[in-house]
């Protein structure tokens, strides 16, 4: 295991934020991960995984660690579900993509989510309906105090919405080093209703669509809007759509009734952050290298030399104007690394 100083983060976050790493190691087993993390020669350690869900604000004054232990494992099956074990470094859309050609359903709405499979369950991943904690049975993975291996079930890791207890009580205190998912091998559910996904399956004349031909709905529409990271910087969607009351959401809707909105429970709506953002007049605007997608309105991009604080920047104002327009308060899906 070699250990670089100083090193350029640019490749390992995809908004593509030139800060520098302290010191930096790649590992790629548990092994490794386990031995880094007992080493004592470094104070300060920070676990780097995909680095899609994350905004680099300054350089990090640690040892980085960046996780790559790859290995897609199947635990058991019968003849209508399969378990399979996917280790932390395995790039997400890859793996969905490994589940589609095996005709394992339960993955197909969340194609291409960037990212690597371990960080997925911080974030309670979801796209178009779905979410990891669907499919979810458990993950495994290294406290760092001890560097033990422990083992997580769907109840204790408290998912919720893009929330899970790595986020809360559990932050900064483990690896996720594998992830267990539970997926059917026939009869899959398909969920078809979100977005506009039965819409592109119309528009191909397909009314009888496979898990392959959802996955690819949704990869036509996911490139539609999102620009891709290699061409143009960005961490996905930025922002949280808000869950609000229902007393907020009647005074809300009835100032602005050609809102979308999502019915959540009789007491809470989600509104889509994105319509909220546009509203507020940020879609396709560019504020030196930092902006807002041109088609998508969650999204903020560096067009090419952004530092952090910049993209950051530009969120607070976004955070700020969309509260004093429409009195509801937008937050960050991604990790601000400050």
Not at 101 to 113: H, T
Not at 204 to 220: Q, Y
């Amino acid at each position: 295991m070699e250990i670089y100083k100083n090193y350029s983060l640019k490749d390992y976050n995809t908004f593509g934020i030139d800060a520098k790493a302290k010191f930096f190691i790649e590992i790629n087993s548990v092994q490794e991960l386990q031995d880094i993390l007992a080493d004592d020669t470094y104070q300060n350690k920070f676990i780097l995984g995909g680095g899609s869900n994350m905004l680099i604000t300054q350089d990090i004054d640690a040892l980085v660690i960046y996780v790559n232990i790859k290995g897609i494992h199947i635990q058991n099956e019968d003849e209508d579900f399969v378990k399979i074990k996917v280790m932390a470094g395995e790039n997400w859309h890859e793996m969905v993509l490994w589940t589609l050609e095996n005709n394992f359903g339960g993955l197909e709405n969340m194609s291409l989510i960037p990212g690597n499979t371990g960080t997925a369950p911080i974030q309670n991943i979801g796209a178009y309906g779905v979410e990891l904690k669907d499919v979810f049975v458990s993950c495994e993975a290294i406290r760092m105090a001890d560097q033990k291996l422990v083992h997580f079930t769907k109840e204790e890791c408290q998912f919720g919405y893009r929330d899970s207890f790595f986020k809360n009580e559990g932050k900064d205190q483990y690896v996720i080093t594998s992830v267990t998912l539970k997926l059917t091998k026939k009869n899959h559910v398909l969920n078809t209703n979100y977005g506009a996904i039965s819409e592109e399956l119309a528009r191909n004349n397909n009314m009888d669509p496979s898990i392959v031909d959802i996955s690819n709905a949704v990869i036509t529409i996911r490139n539609s809007k999102l620009p891709n990271p290699k061409e143009l910087g960005n961490s996905g969607s930025f922002f949280k759509n808000p869950v609000i009351s229902k007393e907020v959401f009647e005074d809300f809707i009835a100032k602005n009734p050609e809102a979308p909105f999502y019915k959540v429970s009789e007491e809470e709506f989600k509104i889509p952050a994105g319509w909220l953002i546009e509203q507020s007049g940020y879609k396709g605007k560019r504020f030196g290298d930092a902006g807002v997608h041109k088609k998508q309105a969650l999204v903020l991009v560096n067009y090419g030399n952004a530092k952090g604080l910049d993209i950051l920047n530009l969120a607070h104002k976004i955070i700020a104007d969309v509260k004093s327009k429409f009195g509801i308060t937008i937050q960050p899906e991604v990790n601000l690394i400050k």
